[in-house]
């Protein structure tokens, strides 16, 4: 700042220096009105010759002391920029693990976007490697204040559509499936388009994230850009109520075939892959479609890293109510970046997970919900089809509803919780032949 002073006080300086002389310089000339002693008072074409080449010299010379006085205030504004535009892209080198990851903040009319933007600015190790934006939706003024008012911690941008989507008749109580549909498009297009950034954290405006969030995604980034059996990486834990997950083990990590959203990072090659087919309205389920999964699963936690406090919305709290307001929100920090994750690789993981899994013994639903022994290892319960396995999670206050066939939290058709103490995986026989997309 006293280097910027110094060089502006310089420039004014010389400006007032260079006028002066010049002033004295006019007076002193010989033959010039209202001077004693000039010795050509009547040669008056000489003079007005002379005051022309005068006045167009001082011209000439105060543009270059404009132009001085320009660049020296766009080196300040340089230094000190006045508005919130998200930083470029880092390149990604060997030596550089993490590139800058931006943390796309959905919003429209909630004005307690506030609650989710004060964590996340909390909890982030760095603003450089994780700038954030807000893209908003819906064009609601107290939420555009809110986020205004973070100034420059957060670049704000304006989804400019606002207009209504023509939908079919049957559609028309869903008219906000669509808006969504068409924003998370818009957004996600400003950030791998338009500011080039090579993957990103999606976020919607009524989460509220875990103190190792950041930290949870940095450890998981590199498995996700070297293993092609991913396509992403998820905060969050569908069947994660405080009952049924184990927060002695929060370091816990899973793959699942279900995509689970809520906080979720991925990589541009994979907005590439769906940008071109993204869809009018649904986003989410259509994200769980077999076309759209091509076998590929995610990383998700025993604790969940979000939790949601967003009843209102588009959905009129479905779920939010029964399971949703629920889910146990990890309140201690879990260094990561520390852990050995080879396990979640995919080869690794069917070894280790499914030699758990089948080697734990069968139990019957009665005899899980009769025993109180949390001093007791693992144990399966076994489903053979769609209703049964709908019965069963039922009975044990699991999400019950299936995506193109696939469990919430399931991997090969398991689904790991903990019940009265204890862990138990809800699982097809162990000849399991894949997904059946009629089971929805």
Known sequence: MLKKTSLVLWGAALFLAWNGLLLLFLWSRP?????????????????????????????????????????????????????????????????????????????????????CLDKILRYRPSARRFPVIVSQDCGHAETARVIASYGQAVAHIRQPDLSEIP???????????????????????????????????????????????????????????????????????????????????????????????????????????????????????WMRQPEQRRGRSCVRPEVSRTMTFGRKGVSHGQFFDQYLKFIKLNDRFVPFTQLDLSYLKKEEYERLFLGQVYGAPEVKVEELQRDQGKDLGPVRLQYRGRDSFKALAKALGLMDDLKSGVPRAGYRGIVSFVCRGRRVFLAPPADWAGYDPTWS
């Open 31 to 115: 033959g010039l009105p209202g001077v004693p002693n000039s010795p050509n008072p009547d040669n008056s074409r000489l003079l007005t010759s002379q005051l022309l080449r005068l006045a167009q010299d001082a011209e000439a010379e105060l543009r270059l002391q404009r132009d001085l006085l320009l660049q020296i205030q766009k080196f300040s504004r340089s230094r000190h920029p006045k508005t919130p535009e998200p930083p470029p892209p880092a390149a990604t080198s060997p030596a550089q693990e993490f590139p800058v990851i931006p943390v796309l903040v959905l919003a429209c009319d909630r004005s307690s976007v506030r609650r």
């Open 167 to 285: 939908v079919p008749p049957e559609h028309r109580k869903f008219q906000g499936y669509y808006k969504i549909s068409r924003h998370y498009r818009w957004a996600l297009g400003q950030v791998f388009r338009t500011f080039r950034y090579r993957a990103a954290i999606v976020v919607e405006d009524d989460l509220e994230v875990a103190p190792d969030f950041f930290e949870y995604f940095q450890a998981v980034f590199p498995l996700l850009r070297a293993d092609p059996s991913l396509w992403c990486i998820s905060a969050w834990n569908d069947n994660g109520k405080e009952a049924m997950v184990d927060e002695t083990r929060a370091e816990l990590l899973y793959r699942t075939d279900f995509f689970p959203g809520l906080g979720w990072l991925l990589l541009a090659e994979l907005w590439d892959e769906l940008e071109p087919k993204w869809p009018r309205a649904f986003w989410d389920d």
